[in-house]
């Protein structure tokens, strides 16, 4: 069994000012995949970046990077240069096996 | 546009009802995912099928049941409905059977009163 813990419930951050998101995963399995997801205030699911255990570099997709530390068992998310529309709750999952795991959630607020 | 699609988008229904929800997953793509959102529990992965073969199961209750196609649209079907039914239903699809980046739809939001 996966597990993942996401520990900030709620963050604000200053326009422009980067951010990040904590999470913290369990899992026995040696290959997993790490995911962030976006979920606005509409309620749709936005894939937002993976990171492969056997990965070497963390992963970076526009304003999102990875901070994927395998040893302490954590992949944080970053976003830099925060814009108003980053404001969401943000998803961390962990893929083992065949299913996705998903913590609880981080609700981030960007403030003008 | 995930390419997920999920219909209906909402669904309000009683308590005791029946109900499916559909699913076409993203073109190319062969797994398919239910996953339920509820304020309490956050997402629950219920389900998954690969090429039209149950792969995963996780918590789902069994009123619910699903089932995958030969086109590989996919259809959760919930009986019995009780009020702490009412959630967000998620599809979420993906090429491979694990490790690939699952692609959600919009959601189904069923309401149960």
């Known amino acids: 069994a996966q597990k993942i813990t996401q520990t900030q419930p709620g963050m604000f951050v200053q326009e422009k000012e980067a951010v990040t998101l904590d999470c913290t995963y369990d899992?026995?399995?040696?290959?997993?995949?790490l995911f962030w997801y976006k979920q606005p205030s509409s309620g749709e699911m936005i894939f937002l970046i993976y990171?492969?255990?056997?990965?070497?570099q963390n992963a970076t997709e526009g304003r999102y990077s990875l901070n994927f530390q395998k040893a302490r068992k954590s992949a944080n998310l970053v976003i830099s240069a925060s814009q108003l529309g980053d404001s969401a709750m943000y998803f961390c999952a962990i893929n083992a096996g065949n299913m996705l795991t998903f913590g609880g959630g981080t609700r981030l607020m960007v403030k003008p | 546009d995930s390419g997920v699609t999920q219909t209906p988008k909402h669904l309000i229904t009683a308590t005791g009802q029946r109900v499916t929800l559909r699913c076409s997953p993203r073109s190319g793509d062969l797994s398919v995912y239910w996953y339920q959102q509820s304020l309490d529990q956050g997402l629950q992965f219920l389900i998954q099928y690969y090429n039209g073969e149950e792969r995963a199961k996780g918590n789902i209750l069994e009123r619910f049941s699903a089932q995958q196609f030969p086109d590989l649209h996919s259809e959760l079907n919930l009986s019995s409905l009780e009020l702490g039914d009412s959630a967000l239903y998620f599809c979420a699809s993906a090429v491979g059977p694990r490790g690939s980046p699952l692609h959600f739809g919009n959601g189904t939001r069923l309401t149960v009163t």
């Open positions: 899992t026995s399995d040696p290959s997993y995949g």
């Open positions: 990171q492969g255990s056997y990965d070497q």
